[in-house]
């Protein structure tokens, strides 16, 4: 004769569902604080990645990849220029320069001088501005 064990598998899928079920309920039954939308007047997110990074050899003109990368309105191009002690004058030459080159190519821009321990430019392209109020699609 086969000795028969007082519990089977029934059982254990039977408990193992009621505490399941008992876990669901304690915290559906626990408050939480309700999601609010964010408002309205808040400030745009701050980007945290560019679309398009550039770093151009001291005089080259950047008109053509700034036409080229730029597709949006709301797209604004930063030119960032880190400049080695005593070479000031000649990085705000520079990003005057290359401002002059995002005109050209009917981008908006702006230009960020840092003193930094070697010479150093580099032009990314992200979004930073709000477009118009309402969708593009609808015009």
Known sequence: MIPRATSG????????????????AQ?????HEPETAPAADAPPAESTAALAMHRPARGENISEWLAASVSDERQVATIAIDYAPGE??????EGTRLLGNADA?????RLV??????NAT????????????GTDLAQ
């Not at 190519?105 to 821009?109: L, N």
């Open 27 to 31: 915290a559906v039954a626990e408050p």
């Open 122 to 133: 580099l032009v990314s392209i992200d979004y930073l501005r709000e477009g118009e109020a």
């Open 9 to 24: 598998w029934q059982t254990i899928t039977a408990d193992l569902a009621l505490i399941l079920f008992l876990i669901t």
């Open 88 to 93: 000031r004058n000649i990085a705000l030459t």
């Open 113 to 118: 001088l840092a003193p930094a321990a070697r």
């Open 105 to 109: 190519a009917r981008v908006t821009a």
